[in-house]
């Protein structure tokens, strides 16, 4: 996208799974790029790519740090927001430390931008927003009823993102992440949990199952979750809008598992565990705008991406 050419720009928690793939993304259109991440998700393995490349500048802090947060930011245009504590499961046991990361961090982070005068401003939000309304598809305009602390934190964000907006004219856009996967993900909830069934399956381990395996997932390959930052980005059209980001098609947790074990030809089993708290049932995106207005297209299907990623978790643990 030509609007990115030369642009400079910052990717909060740039060294984790989805901000590492949004900074391949950048740099590979010519943009400057700063990562700002405290390692507590990152890992430089995933930048290491870059880190003799003079586009790209790592910065080792917290997005809490006002004074961290301004010298990352000064002369910024473009913000992506990628950082925070993720997944349900853990912020039903740190419930503070997820809402104090995610929330006060994220009013830092738009505050200094204002003063900053930052151009466009792209912040990840969850599906998780939505609760566990049985009516699907989820549709931007539906109420939404997190039933989680994550889920809460990332409504959050979402609200200061159009509060920034209103007030202040700030050009700023939310995207509802729907279970993303892919290539550097190492655990979480149900989308980090297709990197731990595949290793569990290369051991010939059980693969632990929350509920009865009919739960589905909206599963999003992290390459189309990069062609939707770069859109909203880039587009106009985006400013004061949230949008959902999925493949838009549901998955069984059953039917996942068991394409897993077919693909790394494991003997694994699935072993049935009670359903966890702030876990939904069902999920399923409607896309229909932001493919009408930002002309987004997901290109990988469950059974490509899953393909994907099983080669590259081989190639890490070199089978």
Known sequence: MKELN??????TGGAG???????????EQDAEVIVLDDMSNGDLKNIARWEDNKRLKLIKGDIRNQETVRNAIRDVEYLFHQAARVSVPYSVRNPHLVLEVNVMGTTVLLEESRKA?????????????????????KVETMCTNPISPYGVSKLAQEQLGKAFHET???NITSLRYFNVYGPRQRGGSYAGVISIFFKKAFENQALPIFGDGTSTRDFTYVEDVVQANLLAAAKPVSKGRIYNVARGE???IDGLTDEIIRLSSSKSKKEYLASRPGDIHDSLADLTLICRELGYDPKYGISEGLRKTFNWISNELQL
């Open 6 to 11: 030369g642009a400079r720009t910052l990717v």
């Open 17 to 27: 799974f989805i901000g590492s793939h949004i900074v391949d993304g950048l740099i």
């Open 117 to 137: 005068d930052v151009e466009k401003i792209v912040v990840a939000s969850s599906s998780s927003v939505y609760g566990d309304t049985p009516t699907l598809p």
């Open 168 to 170: 202040y004219n700030m």
């Open 250 to 252: 549901q998955t069984s």
